[in-house]
């Protein structure tokens, strides 16, 4: 089945880019998606990316996608202490509706 | 439109006991989602909606377990004879799917679950 994979913690200092990773294992994902979770929250999408874009670039965050690898990554730039939060790493499979999750990468901003 | 609405925020119940929690998607989104997620871990899927239609189920949707979309607006989720297990944020998301477009969902604030 489908795996995505994230690393736990990632703190930085406000002002710094921040750069958060994940692994997937689902060879034929279509779309990864990035989500944020703010504390007693639901989950905000971000931004995504189709599966043959390599980049993807909305204001402050850049996607990068690796499909040979079957890495993502997220980065934020000039990090604010208002994005500290849990950040989401999800796959669509195919056609399939449903998001596969990775396990959230809290990120701590500091100052 | 402000998003898609759960009800309630929080639920506290007995084990054994039944509830029922309520989405409001978004009115021109057409697929609902019910997802479960437990601490510390990312959201799992449960079911979707297209309209009316229930088109998917996750094995962890156990026959206590029932969803429903009447008239393809509103969903509840419901749990018969709750167990300690069940204790998770219960997300409701909905969608407007459209070829080529990647079907971000927009999530609703939740159900926090607790079954004492």
């Known amino acids: 089945g489908e795996d995505v994979e994230q690393s736990l913690f990632l703190s930085v200092r406000e002002g710094d880019s921040s750069v958060i990773n994940c692994t997937y294992t689902?060879?034929?994902?279509?779309?990864l998606y990035w989500y944020k979770q703010e504390p007693g929250a639901g989950l905000q999408l971000l931004t995504y990316?189709?599966?043959?874009?390599d980049m993807k670039q909305d204001q402050r965050l850049t996607v990068l996608l690796n499909k040979k690898d079957k890495h993502l990554s997220l980065r934020i730039a000039d990090t604010q202490t208002g994005d500290s939060a849990i950040y989401f790493c999800a796959e669509r499979s195919g056609t399939a509706s449903k998001l596969t999750f990775g396990t959230g990468t809290r990120l701590q901003v500091t100052l | 439109d402000t998003g898609v609405s759960q009800d309630p925020r929080h639920k506290i119940t007995k084990r054994g006991q039944n509830v029922t929690f309520r989405c409001d998607p978004i009115s021109e989104h057409n697929r609902l989602y019910w997802y479960r997620q437990t601490l510390g871990q990312g959201p799992e899927f449960l079911t979707y909606?297209?309209?009316?239609?229930?088109?998917?189920k996750s094995r962890l949707l156990s026959d206590r377990f029932s969803a429903e979309r009447p008239k393809g607006s509103f969903s509840t989720l419901e749990i018969q004879r709750t167990e300690q297990g069940d204790s998770a944020m219960y997300l409701c998301?909905?969608?407007?799917?459209?070829?080529?477009?990647?079907?971000?969902?927009?999530f609703g604030s939740g159900t926090r679950l607790t079954v004492v």
């Open positions: 689902d060879s034929s994902s279509t779309y």
């Open positions: 998301a909905s969608s407007f799917s459209e070829p080529g477009q990647g079907d971000g969902y927009t």
């Open positions: 990316i189709f599966s043959n874009m």
């Open positions: 909606f297209q309209n009316e239609a229930q088109l998917e």
